[in-house]
């Protein structure tokens, strides 16, 4: 069976990280999860002043200081942690706090183009499950397997909102889990720089009606399809 890349996109909360993550555990291949990246960018930005009360971020800054912005997994026996210059954010980064900075972040062309540069470099070998919102359509253009989740944003707000309770946040009120579900689709499908968009050859998956074992079995007979041919 050759190796293969694979790259799931699709909106926030659409379950693509968890059935990323168990096909890549499956098959044993690398995940990769590029949100996070934007994700320890935004905690970057917002523990060095650069994200104003008002969430705009001071671009001049932030641009100036990625090349001292390092991101990198560690695979541990509770899953994988982001690094961010070797501290794991892995907690910090799902808070809500930098949820509702990072779109803006990622909308930045320099920022985009040197996360692109890092995904890029972690899938030249191949072997590689990645997800995030422009895998299939600008970082690996040639994969050999595309997959596009669709769910609606009430499902999504539901479970990003029962994650952050099974944490420990009890103040997030499933409303404004939705508004910022709501907000990010906004920004990430309307950006000018690689918006969320669903490749040509891309398979769709509406998984709104179905179980975390159905996508797992529906994704590995895709998986088993793509590598055996
Ligand atoms: O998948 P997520 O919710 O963890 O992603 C966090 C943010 O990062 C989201 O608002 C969109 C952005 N993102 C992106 O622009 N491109 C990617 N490849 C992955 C995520």
Not at 11 to 40: E, P, W
Not at 65 to 88: K, M, V, W
Not at 180 to 200: C, F, G, M, Q, Y
């Amino acid at each position: 069976m050759k190796k293969i890349t694979i790259a799931i996109d699709g909106f926030s909360s659409s379950g693509k990280s968890t059935m990323a993550k168990q096909l890549a555990r499956t098959i044993g291949y690398r995940y990769i999860d590029s949100g996070a990246m934007y994700r320890a960018v935004t905690l970057y930005a917002l523990e060095n002043s650069m994200v104003a009360a008002d969430g705009t971020i001071d671009e001049k800054s932030l641009i100036a200081a990625l090349p001292d912005i390092h991101i990198d997994f560690a695979p541990t026996e509770n899953g994988q942690r982001t690094l961010l210059n070797g501290r794991d954010v892995e907690d910090e980064i799902r808070t809500l706090r930098v949820s509702n900075s990072v779109s803006p972040v990622a909308v930045i062309p320099e920022v985009r183009h040197a996360m692109v540069a890092i995904q890029q470099a972690f899938g030249v070998e191949k072997g590689i499950v990645m997800d995030g919102r422009d895998i299939g359509t600008t970082v690996f253009p040639d994969a050999e397997l595309k997959i596009y989740v669709n769910a609606s944003a009430e499902t999504r707000a539901k479970r990003r909102w029962i994650e952050l309770r099974e944490k420990g946040d009890n103040t997030t009120t499933y409303e404004d889990v939705l508004d910022n579900v709501r907000t990010r689709d906004h920004i990430d499908s309307t950006r000018k720089e690689s918006p969320l968009r669903r490749a040509d050859d891309a398979i769709d998956l509406d998984n709104d009606n179905m179980s975390i074992e159905q996508q797992n079995a529906w994704l590995l007979e895709q998986f088993n399809k793509a590598a055996n041919c």
